[in-house]
């Protein structure tokens, strides 16, 4: 810094600088009030407090004495409100209690020599609208499995309404009134279960109406109990040739005669097509021996997907399984004490004496439970995919 300079912000409003603008900062209130003269009169700092439905007050500054106006008018130009007044000062309050919700203009004038100062109050109102309507799942199977027995309807309201939803059939006739209730704007939801409702396509219909202001939207949802109890005959299986689990499969029951079509998937993508076919009415099963074009399936998690067609359309159903083929690790911690660790969850059996003992134990440390103290025994695991761990000998 030069010898005599003081540190200043200018460009000094960003960081300390030894720069020639101390001169001209100390001129720049001299030189607002030079500014200020010119262009009289002037009307400075307006300002509006407060919204319709409510008092609005309005203010501003004027450099003489002068008279002056309020004036606030609606959306089609029509003015609601008007004041006046003759100072330097502009103070007026809009009893705006009984004006309806909307977005008003207003305008502060001083006369033809002054600039008049303009603004909005208040918010336009929302135009009412059902947004987003949706149904999920789309096919619903009320048939006493657990499994999509009823569907959500999600809706949103983009202002506060009554809300009415009916049920209508294929060919538009009104079956019935599902519910009719004032709502607040916002996102809503209500559960449609079908009960008592035949199989079929329906509609379910959404009117909003809020004064003379009415708005519809329609969700379809299908019916079908064609599809029921789909089971995979165990949560793992392994395809090693062991002779334990090498296979899996996948049983369901039909209410009705349909063409149905088995695959395996993994994330969405086809591992292995299974069978295809127009089936009856009853129990159906299908079983899978872990082959795909490429060989034997991976170990990891995949779903048994069944996909079934008839008049009313086409509906995907799945159950999770995992292919497994390592078996569980069994580690000793103490033989007298009869504690082990187990790598994976897992049913365990203790030979001894003649007699053996099975319990199911979790991943991790455990400790096999026994009425009477034995010395001599033979234990072993086997995981959900009937995989053997190495047998453990006590000494």
């Known amino acids: 810094m030069a010898p005599g300079r003081r540190p200043c912000s200018g460009h000094r409003d960003t960081g300390f600088t030894d720069c020639p603008g101390n001169a001209l900062y100390a001129r720049l209130g001299a030189i607002a009030s030079q500014a200020a003269e010119l ?105 006493g499995d657990g499994v999509d027995e009823r569907t959500t309807v999600t809706y949103t309201l983009s202002a506060a309404a009554t809300v009415t939803a009916t049920l209508r059939d294929a060919d538009g006739r009104q079956l019935a009134t599902l519910f009719s209730a004032p709502q607040t704007a916002g996102k809503h939801s209500f559960s449609f279960a079908a009960d008592g409702i035949p199989d079929g396509v329906y509609t379910i219909f959404l009117t909003a109406t809020e004064g003379t202001k009415t708005v519809t939207a329609s969700v379809p949802v299908t019916v079908d109990r064609t599809f029921s109890r789909l089971t995979a005959s165990s949560r793992a299986f392994s395809p090693n040739g062991d002779g334990r689990l090498d296979s899996i499969s996948f049983s369901f029951v039909l209410a009705r005669a349909a063409h149905v079509r088995v695959d395996v998937e993994q994330s969405g993508r086809l591992i ?95 400790t096999f439970p026994l009425s009477r103290a034995v010395t001599a025994y033979r234990i072993t695991a086997q995981d959900a995919a009937g995989n053997l761990s190495r047998t453990l000998r006590s000494r």
Do not use: C
Request: charge should be neutral; avoid cysteine.
């Open 272 to 366: 292995a097509p299974i069978s295809v076919a127009d089936d009856l009415a009853g129990d159906q099963s299908v079983t899978w021996d872990g082959m795909t074009q490429q060989g034997r399936a991976r170990d990891g998690t995949y779903a048994g997907v069944v996909t079934v067609t008839t008049e009313l359309g086409t509906a995907p159903h799945s159950v999770l399984f995992r292919v497994d083929t390592v078996p569980p690790t069994l580690r000793a911690i103490s033989f007298r004490r009869r504690m082990f660790r187990l790598s994976e969850a897992a049913v365990v059996s203790l030979s001894t004496g003649g007699r053996v003992y099975t319990r199911s134990f979790k991943a991790g440390a455990f």
């Open 39 to 143: 262009g009289l009169p002037k009307l400075y700092a307006p300002s509006v407090t407060g919204q319709p439905g409510g008092p609005v007050e309005f203010q501003a500054q004027l450099t003489a004495e002068l008279p002056w106006t309020v004036t606030v008018t609606d959306s089609l130009g029509l003015t609601v409100a008007t004041g006046s007044g003759t100072g330097a000062s502009v103070d007026w309050t809009w009893d705006a209690s009984a004006a309806a919700p909307g977005r008003y203009s207003w305008t502060i004038s001083a006369g033809e020599d002054v600039r008049p100062a303009t603004g909005f109050v208040g918010a336009a109102p929302v135009a009412l609208a059902l947004k987003s309507p949706s149904a999920k799942p789309g096919t619903i199977s009320p048939n």
